[in-house]
Nanobody
Framework: VQLQASGGGMVQAGDSLRLTCTASGGAFSRYGIGWFRHSPGKEREFVASIDWSGASTFHADAVKGRFTISRDNAKNTGYMQMNNLKPEDTAVYYC?????????????????WGQGTLVTVSS
């Protein structure tokens, strides 16, 4: 399974971005998806996850109400809509999948990771 995260960029506080996680190989529609982020000086942080069906999602408290994870299995693609971005959201964002299909906030639960996409939010 190969994953590619895209959609990052440089924006101002209050702006929106939509990140995309595109998968090739494997059976994407069966996998759970997670988004994580990593900023300098901080540990990797869980952002959001979604199960294989899209029916179950979970968002970290830091992004709840601003970020929304979703997926389109027909397109082998996962998304994260990020609204009302804040400077503290600045990070490299990574998508990952777990073959078991469930949502999980633990990095160790994920089997494949994509290259990250940088999000920079200025005040």
């Amino acid at each position: 399974v190969q994953l590619q995260a895209s959609g990052g960029g440089m924006v101002q506080a209050g702006d929106s971005l939509r990140l995309t996680c595109t998968a090739s190989g494997g059976a994407f529609s069966r996998y759970g998806i997670g988004w994580f982020r990593h900023s300098p000086g901080k540990e990797r942080e869980f952002v959001a996850s979604i199960d294989w069906s899209g029916a179950s999602t979970f968002h970290a408290d830091a992004v709840k109400g601003r970020f929304t994870i979703s997926r389109d299995n027909a397109k082998n693609t996962g998304y994260m809509q990020m609204n009302n971005l804040k400077p503290e959201d600045t990070a490299v964002y990574y998508c990952a999948v777990n073959l078991a299909g469930y949502r999980d906030m633990r990095p160790g639960a994920y089997d494949y990771w994509g290259q990250g996409t940088l999000v920079t939010v200025s005040s």
